[in-house]
């Protein structure tokens, strides 16, 4: 029995030998007609093997045909569907001894594949995969691999175009009109928008270049893992140009925060975006969120998030419901994004904070570099006190009035790649209470009204180290206090010359100390006599 076997062994590798050998000196251009005629059966497109076509007998069957062309349909004013530098597959050596090709295992490598409409607006996947020939199988056994392709959107009718890099494609197998396994490795944009970006899900194919990708998860990293992305949902696509993509049951989780998300792009001259985003509640660090803000200012002109907002113009509304941290609570914040060209405009509908009501815009303009970021912010304060608590500064004022400050962020002290917000502002309170006020008047006579007073207003001053009011002017029923005063942040070290205008004096004093423990040093001034 033992001998049979490796007799019969040996019988089978003999004969495989003989019909590889056959294969081998079988002639090329016939390998090359007999593949050509594989993919237009399976197709309905014709292809061009400008290359040489090889066969690799071990480990199992193959062949590789270098330079290989799809041809657009017939009178199509435009390039070639494809073009791969390399297409390599394996076939079945009985089938191909009986002249047809059965692949599987198939890869693409370096293709480059042209999406374009022509001047009479006929799409380069027009027919394709309708047109195959009758009796052939719907389905073409996989995997069905794409390795370093890039992907051109174009449109005769426009100008520029539109590139997605593909580091890797994996498809179960192709498929037509049914759902197939799918995975994207690669990137968006040039320069490339992403440090990594992978897509995974189920693809159903449609008419017309349609498609629908379902389960789908998309995971992507930016400017070197400082923003990470996950997006699921399911997403309906069109590739005939221009190129449309619609999300819908969307979650989105941005470096741990998660929204609901709906959008569609539209593929264009100037590649358009609009998306909804909602959470009821988001957990961030708003201080901290401002300083990133700021910090975009600074960025490289090449780095990844720069690049996506470069890229595209869009439309995303945000609706966070609340926003806690660290004792600063927002509610109902409502956010509008807009970009156009590469200006960047975001606005803040009036939003509940601790003492206040708040509203603003920010402007981030990407066409300089490097890049100039604006910021408006108006508050109707109901009180200060809890204002500067909710800001971790210590509650020294308290009072109802009006607070504006105009921004602008600006390179960080010995850090250029950070950003500090500077600006001017005002300041207008009325009906309040300011401890240091009772300091000053100790000495008068009189009635004393203690720390509390009429009006305040001053102007504003913000660097990066220091706060400073300038023009400072207070009333009190007692007393008219006017100067210039201000404290550093990092210690909230008070500073300051004040003037004091009473019934029956007048004084200057100097302010040192700290916000929470202030002191204040008199220095008297003479009356000049009557006349």
């Known amino acids: 029995m033992r001998n049979a076997v490796v007799i019969l062994a ?54 590789s045909a270098e330079q290989v062309i799809m041809l657009p349909p017939d009178d199509f004013d435009g390039p070639e569907l494809f073009r791969a530098e390399r297409v390599d597959m394996r076939v079945r050596i009985l089938a191909l001894v009986r002249g047809r090709v059965d692949a599987s295992d198939v890869r693409l490598s370096g293709a480059r594949i042209n999406l ?11 027919g394709l995969g309708r047109d195959r020939a009758p009796g052939i199988a719907d389905w073409t056994s996989g995997p069905v691999t794409l390795e370093h392709a890039v992907v051109n959107f174009s449109d005769a009718g426009r100008s520029g175009r539109e590139v997605l890099e593909m580091e890797r494609i994996d498809l179960a197998g192709v498929a037509p009109g049914r759902p197939v396994e799918f995975r994207f490795r690669g990137n968006m944009e040039e320069p490339a928008a992403f440090d990594s970006l992978e897509v995974d899900g189920l693809l159903v194919p449609g008419g017309n270049g349609a498609a629908r990708l379902s389960n789908m998860r ?25 190129m449309r993509l619609e999300l819908d049951g969307g979650q989105l989780i941005f470096n741990e ?59 995303v509304a945000v609706d966070l419901g609340r926003v806690a941290e660290l004792g600063l609570v927002l509610n109902g914040v409502v956010l509008a994004m807009e970009g156009r060209s590469g200006l960047v405009a975001l606005a803040l509908e009036p ?28 508050a109707d304060i109901s009180s200060m006190a809890a204002l500067l608590e909710s800001l971790r500064l210590s509650p020294f004022i308290d009072g109802q009035g009006n607070l504006i400050l105009d921004l602008e962020a600006t390179a960080a002290a010995g ?63 007692d007393l008219v206090v006017s100067g210039e005063t201000g404290f550093l942040f990092a210690d909230q070290a008070l500073f300051g010359r004040l003037h004091l205008d009473g019934a029956e004096r007048m004084e200057l004093v100097e302010l040192a100390g700290s916000l929470a423990d202030p002191l204040v040093v008199r220095t008297p001034l003479v009356l000049p006599p009557a006349q």
């Open 10 to 63: 040996a019988a089978a590798i003999m004969v495989l030998g003989v019909i590889g050998s056959g294969i081998i000196f079988l002639d090329e251009q016939r390998l090359k007609s007999l593949v050509a005629q594989h993919v237009e059966n399976h197709t309905g497109r014709r292809i061009e093997i400008r290359g040489p076509l090889r066969v690799r007998l071990f480990p199992g069957l193959r062949l």
């Open 351 to 378: 939003t509940e904070i601790p003492g206040a009501l708040l509203a603003g815009s920010a402007s981030l303009d990407l066409r300089q570099q490097p890049p100039l970021i604006e910021s408006l912010l108006a």
């Open 218 to 242: 998309l995971q992507a990293s930016m400017d070197g893992g400082r923003y990470q992305l996950e997006l699921r949902g399911n997403v309906s696509y069109v590739a005939e140009p221009p």
């Open 257 to 315: 925060h998660r929204f609901l998300v709906e959008g569609n792009y539209l593929a264009g001259d100037r590649p358009y975006l609009s998306a909804a985003l909602a959470s009821d509640f988001f957990d961030v660090d708003v201080l901290a969120l401002a300083q990133k803000l700021g910090d975009l200012s600074r960025q490289p002109s090449d780095a990844g998030l720069l690049t996506a907002l470069r890229g595209f113009d869009f439309d």
């Open 116 to 126: 374009h409409t022509d001047p009479a607006g006929r799409s380069s996947l027009e």
């Open 415 to 477: 850090d250029p790649g950070s950003a500090a917000w500077a600006g001017s502002g005002t300041l207008e309170l009325w009906d309040g209470s300011w401890p240091l006020l009772a300091d000053l008047k100790q000495g008068a006579t009189g009635g004393i009204d203690g720390p509390r007073f009429e009006l305040l207003r001053t102007d504003l001053l913000l660097s990066e180290t220091t706060l400073k009011a300038p023009g400072l002017r207070l009333v009190s029923e």
